[in-house]
Nanobody, 123 residues
Framework: VQLQASGGGLVQAGGSLRLSCVASGRTFGSSIMGWFRQAPGKEREFVGAIMWNDGLTYYADSVKGRFTISRDNAKKTVYLQMNSLKREDTAVYFC?????????????????WGQGTQVTVSS
C-alpha cells in the first residue's frame, strides 16, 4: 500500500490550497483516510478524516469550517480543500490510512502514511 500526497505550496494568508492523496496497491482496502499535519517543533496533529463508503467526514476544531475533505472512490483519491488559510496552518501535511480490518471510526491506528507535502502560509 502506498499513499502519495501532493498539492502543497506557498500561499498568502486568506488564500486556498487543495491537497490530494492517492492510494495505490492491490491490497489497499482501508475504509478511512485521514489527514494530519506537523508544524516545526510541534507534535503531529489530526486534521480530519473521511469514510470511503459514505463520505462521512470528521474535522479537528482548529480547521472546522475552513477545511473540507472529499474523496473520489474511482480514483482512490482523497482531497483536502483548505480555505481561509492562516499562518498557523503552516506545516507538513500527511495523509494516512488504517489497515483494512480496522474499519470503524476512529481507527485504532493509522498504519499507512504518505510522505507529506509542505504547506506554507505567509502573512
Amino acid at each position: 500500500v502506498q499513499l502519495q500526497a501532493s498539492g502543497g505550496g506557498l500561499v498568502q494568508a486568506g488564500g486556498s490550497l487543495r491537497l490530494s492523496c492517492v492510494a495505490s496497491g492491490r491490497t489497499f482496502g482501508s475504509s478511512i483516510m485521514g489527514w494530519f499535519r506537523q508544524a516545526p517543533g510541534k507534535e503531529r496533529e489530526f486534521v480530519g478524516a473521511i469514510m470511503w463508503n459514505d463520505g462521512l467526514t470528521y474535522y479537528a476544531d482548529s480547521v472546522k469550517g475552513r477545511f473540507t475533505i472529499s474523496r473520489d472512490n474511482a480514483k482512490k483519491t482523497v482531497y483536502l480543500q483548505m480555505n481561509s488559510l492562516k499562518r498557523e496552518d503552516t506545516a507538513v501535511y500527511f495523509c494516512a490510512a488504517p489497515s483494512a480490518s480496522d474499519y470503524n471510526y476512529p481507527p485504532v491506528a493509522y498504519v499507512y502514511w504518505g510522505q507529506g507535502t509542505q504547506v506554507t502560509v505567509s502573512s
